[in-house]
């Protein structure tokens, strides 16, 4: 056999070798326990809803999906922490609104979700409620907004602290409204709870699970909901676009999200069984009494989600000038 034909038979063997093992690699996947890296601590909202659909998820591929906490740093620490292991879909991190939030308030140090993560799919919002001390005397989000232009800066607001969901929603809701409210933040939602329950402070854009029990038990008035959609665990309450206030619309959203250069075909897979996790009634019911509502969808709509996050709040952060 001459020289050329022995070369050319061992280089296609060597290809068949290779496209064989990445072949192999792909239909295997997964062959062993995936985790799912949250941002905040256990018993937050983001750990709540990554344990309630992990089971199902698992069970799908066919595997373990082990909830990670790795809080610290409004997340920053659990999307670079993601961002920097193999790109082969055994570590996915579960994304919020905070790392959109972040890419502005702290540009050099945060990832950049669309440049160094690959999208997946969303997975759950969970609304804010707008809720305010019964002591304030007002019922719907109109009196608030007249209360508030006549006593400009006399009503506090509270939040989970500089930067948070909640701080921001407060300060869209003073620049559409065209209000003066003041700030006081707090070193999370459940101490900023405590104060508005004691009536330290007036208002607070909360998410809906921290607050549902407190405004059933009438310790607080709930005025509206801010996603487009009225919420799933509170149908009667208007959405902010109802009661008013044009264009506002805020929430906590989830979505998987993987280290960028994850091959197409694994993100595909991934895709494809948080979408039917997501379609599972006994999953559907566990995340709407926590208040969520399931999303899904394709990776390129959480590319278009987390643009539009990005953007919404950049020009929240810098007319507010805010920084940290």
């Known amino acids: 056999m001459g020289f050329a034909i022995r070369v050319f038979l061992s280089a296609a063997a060597c290809c068949v070798a290779v496209f064989s093992s990445a072949a192999g690699a792909d239909s295997t996947y997964p062959s062993r326990p995936v985790r799912l890296v949250v941002g905040f601590g256990p018993g937050s909202t983001a750990d709540v809803g990554a344990r309630i659909v992990a089971p199902k ?64 799919s969303l997975v759950a919002s969970i609304p804010n409620i707008l809720v305010v001390h019964p002591s304030l005397g007002v019922h719907t989000v109109k009196d608030l907004v007249s209360l508030a232009k006549r006593e400009p800066n006399k009503i506090s607001y509270g939040s989970a602290g500089v930067g948070s969901a909640p701080h921001l929603s407060g300060e869209l809701f003073k620049q559409i409204a065209g209000i003066e409210m003041t700030h006081v933040p707090y070193q999370g939602s459940a101490q900023a709870v405590t104060d508005l329950i004691a009536g330290r402070v007036q208002v607070m854009f909360s998410p809906a699970s921290s607050v549902l029990s407190f405004i059933r038990a009438g310790k607080l008035v709930a005025l509206a909901s ?88 950049r020009k929240v952060i810098t007319t507010a000038h805010i920084s940290k």
């Open 226 to 313: 801010t996603e487009s959609s009225r919420t799933s665990a509170a149908p009667d309450l208007p959405t902010m676009e109802e009661a008013g206030v044009p264009g506002f619309q805020t929430g906590v959203w989830f979505g998987v999200l993987a280290p960028k250069g994850t091959p197409p075909e694994t993100v595909a897979k991934l895709n494809q069984a948080i979408n039917l996790t997501l379609k599972d009634a006994k999953v559907q019911n566990l995340l709407h009494v926590q208040g969520m509502d399931t999303l899904g969808g394709s990776p390129e709509a959480v590319s278009k989600y987390i643009a539009a996050e990005t953007g919404k709040w």
């Open 57 to 120: 998820l698992g069970e799908i591929l066919g595997t373990s999906i082990v909830v990670e906490d790795r809080p610290g740093a409004g997340s920053m620490i659990s999307t670079e922490y993601v961002a920097r292991q193999p790109a082969d879909g055994y570590t996915l991190l579960l994304g919020t609104i905070a790392a959109t939030i972040n890419s502005t308030l702290s540009p050099n140090h945060a990832v950049d979700l669309q440049k160094d993560l690959s999208p997946v």
